[in-house]
């Protein structure tokens, strides 16, 4: 089968680059996905692969069905655009000022409907069915994957499994990596806003200063995470973004503090919410002021499922060579995927786009981010690798 999925890869190739290049030409925003998914549907459509049922609006799912009792088996691929210029100077950049594919989620929806011309042209020889998931809203919270499992995807489709891939720039293309068990951190966003009473710089002693308070909570907030984290678990705390609308010789009313709190444990997860909010409240009513925090959880970690993700190793070795598979480490960014690894099992895994002699080597959601195309074709038929394995 190894060498039919490659006949059948190098097959489709062009197409599937023709429809990764149309998708980031016209890239949408997270729930704006509409031109995208209609484009997507029309080319499914032409290849005589109708599509199963339409979810959150711009969502939709495909089933490849053999017509034989077996497995389902879920892939999923997210359709989202970012918020960037894109700054790259290829021939098919973005056409929509602001707008830009910048992780790689172009690459992962392009794959996938080369997956989905594959398992059609191989259906009558595996069992059980694919189900082919197209998520809006990856990248913006509440996140598409929770959305279109509250809309009852899973309830409908009740996989055994499900498998997705990231573009990975750090792996050259004709590479991938994968992890068993925790992967991805939770991810939440944590607002705080600190309230003072400005007035002039010079008088100090008839103000009560939020600049200070905010970096009184700032340095002492760090403790948390080196004091009283369990020093075994991974926790980031960061703060991004510090707004006081002052002066040099003006201290401001208020400020607004924006950062993100990533950890891989949903009781300690709990606890550091509780304690932010104990901690910004006494620090500021010390100094004689206030601080309102709003802590929007967000995704919660990821987790690869250990039996089917070295089921996947070994498909991956067997159609890539040992040398081209790579174990991943612990990584501190989020993924909506993980709700569904909070579900039904999961391998979510990289795929390497990079390419370091031709200068490709941009990390996600850099405006200069790009791939070497020729991991479309890893891309493509790894996906159909391991989940005709798992069907066979």
């Known amino acids: 089968m190894n060498s039919k999925i490659k006949e059948l890869t190098e097959k489709f190739y062009q197409e599937i680059i023709e429809i990764r290049r149309h998708i980031h030409q016209y890239p949408e925003l997270s729930f704006k996905e509409f031109e995208t998914s209609k484009y997507l549907i029309e080319r499914l459509e032409s290849w005589g692969i109708p599509i199963d049922q339409r979810w959150v609006e711009t969502g939709f799912t495909v089933v490849i069905d053999s017509g034989k009792d077996g497995k389902t088996i879920a892939l999923r691929a997210d359709l989202d655009a970012l918020p960037i210029v894109e700054m790259t100077n290829v021939a098919y950049k973005s056409k929509l000022e602001g707008k830009m594919h910048a992780c790689g989620h172009d690459v992962h929806a392009a794959c996938l409907m080369g997956v989905a011309k594959i398992l059609n042209e191989t259906k009558s020889e595996w069992n059980g069915k694919a189900v082919l998931i197209f998520q809006p809203g990856e990248e913006k919270l509440p996140g598409g994957a929770s959305l279109m499992i509250e809309e009852g995807v899973l309830e409908k489709h009740k996989p055994d499994c499900i498998l997705a891939q990231h573009v990975y720039p750090e792996f050259n293309a004709g590479q991938v990596g994968f992890k068993k068990g925790m992967y991805m951190a939770s991810a939440d966003e944590i607002y705080l806003k600190v309230k003072g009473v400005g007035g002039h710089g010079a008088l100090p002693h008839r103000n009560v200063d939020p600049i200070v308070i905010s970096a009184a909570i700032i340095l002492e907030l760090q403790t948390l995470v080196s004091r009283i984290a369990p020093p075994t678990l991974p926790t980031v705390l960061s703060f991004g973004k510090i707004i006081g609308e002052g002066a040099t010789n003006v201290i401001p009313n208020e400020v607004k503090i924006e950062g993100t709190l990533r950890t891989f444990n949903e009781e300690w997860r709990a606890t550091f919410h509780a304690r932010i909010q ?74 390497g786009v990079g390419n370091h002699s031709k200068g490709i080597d941009k990390s996600v959601h850099h405006p200069e981010f790009e791939v070497d195309e020729e991991a479309l074709k890893v891309g493509v038929g790894l996906m159909a690798k391991l989940t005709i394995d798992l069907l066979s």
Not at 288 to 300: A, L, Q, S, T
Not at 304 to 317: M, P, R, W
């Open 278 to 351: 104990e901690l910004c409240e006494q620090i500021a009513k010390a100094h004689g002021g206030e601080c309102i925090v709003d802590i929007r959880k967000g995704y919660p970690f990821l987790v690869n499922d250990e039996v089917l993700t070295e089921q996947s190793i070994q498909s991956a070795n067997d159609f890539l060579g040992k040398e081209n598979v790579h174990a991943l480490d612990l990584r501190m960014t989020a993924e909506d995927f993980a709700y569904f690894s909070q579900n039904v099992p999961v391998c979510f895994y990289r795929l």
